[in-house]
């Protein structure tokens, strides 16, 4: 009777912790959400940033990262893009309004409102700048590096 009691309660055991994390995806607040939203995750790495939850992932062959708050909630989402797959007009206004710097890594951002941007690090003689380009073409300064 006690190996068969056992042998429920190691079932029982197993096949809960089999469900409780698809594909082995660390727990994090906002896991259910992720889960959702990427349901063929695979890669996942979680690391904690103060209030910011960096998830790390490959989804449809794309390393992205998800960022939640420390309640859970979605941020944003975000990937690298080469320079040569930066759309037309980041790649225009950049030349135009840095024409002296080099392009030298690129983020395509999209935050919990599904609004799209970029982050784009350039590099010039005297300065390093990363710039914040909206979707209406608009650069600015987010940082100076």
Not at 17 to 40: C, E, L, Y
């Given at each position: 009777?006690?190996l068969y009691?056992?042998?429920?309660?190691?079932?029982?055991?197993?096949?809960?912790?089999?469900f409780?994390?698809?594909n082995?995806i660390?727990?994090?607040?906002?896991?259910?959400?992720?889960v959702?939203k990427?349901p063929q995750?695979?890669?996942?790495?979680?690391?904690?940033k103060?209030?910011l939850t960096d998830?790390?992932?490959?989804?449809?062959?794309?390393?992205?990262?998800?960022?939640?708050?420390s309640?859970?909630?979605?941020?944003?989402?975000?990937?690298?893009?080469?320079?040569?797959?930066?759309?037309?007009?980041?790649?225009?206004?950049?030349?135009?309004e840095?024409?002296?710097y080099?392009?030298?890594?690129a983020?395509?951002?999209?935050?919990s409102?599904?609004?799209?941007?970029?982050?784009?690090?350039?590099?010039?003689?005297?300065?390093s700048?990363?710039?914040?380009?909206?979707?209406?073409?608009?650069?600015?300064?987010?940082k100076?590096?």
């Amino acid at each position: 009777m006690k190996l068969y009691v056992l042998a429920a309660l190691l079932t029982i055991g197993i096949s809960s912790t089999a469900f409780a994390r698809p594909n082995d995806i660390p727990t994090f607040k906002g896991m259910q959400h992720f889960v959702q939203k990427f349901p063929q995750a695979t890669e996942v790495e979680c690391k904690f940033k103060g209030q910011l939850t960096d998830v790390s992932f490959t989804w449809n062959g794309l390393h992205l990262h998800a960022f939640y708050d420390s309640e859970g909630n979605p941020v944003a989402t975000c990937r690298p893009v080469e320079i040569d797959n930066l759309p037309l007009f980041v790649q225009l206004g950049i030349k135009k309004e840095y024409a002296s710097y080099v392009i030298r890594e690129a983020v395509e951002y999209t935050d919990s409102d599904d609004s799209l941007s970029y982050y784009v690090a350039v590099a010039g003689p005297k300065a390093s700048y990363l710039l914040h380009v909206s979707t209406s073409g608009t650069i600015s300064v987010f940082k100076k590096m």
